[in-house]
């Protein structure tokens, strides 16, 4: 699910215009992971609302050095497998000799 909006809109915002149509689409959907951007109250109650369970993931300030969070690592993971594709690599260089 894609949904582009002005630099001036939040995430949480963003994530709220898009749950109507998530449960339209995937209507057996039940299951949100988000991080710590998106915990606002407008955008869990809206999901409670449509039927979601949210789960945020946040990065404990105990932790020293990286750890792995749990189910972040799938969307680092995806991340990771679409840099491979030149078209996707955000640093992609022109010229074949650098």
């Known amino acids: ?10 995430d949480s915002a963003g994530a709220q215009l898009i749950l109507d149509a998530v449960r ?6 039940k299951h949100l992971f988000a991080n710590g951007a998106y915990d ?3 955008l869990m109650n809206k ?6 369970v949210t789960e945020i993931i946040r990065h404990s300030d ?3 050095g990286f750890k792995v969070l749990p189910h972040r690592w799938v969307v680092e993971r ?9 078209r996707l690599v955000r640093d992609y ?5 650098v």
């Open 93 to 97: 260089e022109e010229r074949v000799d």
């Open 1 to 10: 699910m894609l949904n582009l909006t002005p630099s001036d809109v939040s």
């Open 40 to 42: 606002r109250t407008q």
């Open 78 to 86: 995806t991340f990771g497998w679409m840099t491979r594709w030149r």
């Open 47 to 52: 999901a409670a609302y449509l039927d979601f």
């Open 24 to 29: 339209k689409r995937w209507p057996w959907l």
């Open 62 to 64: 105990k932790a020293a």
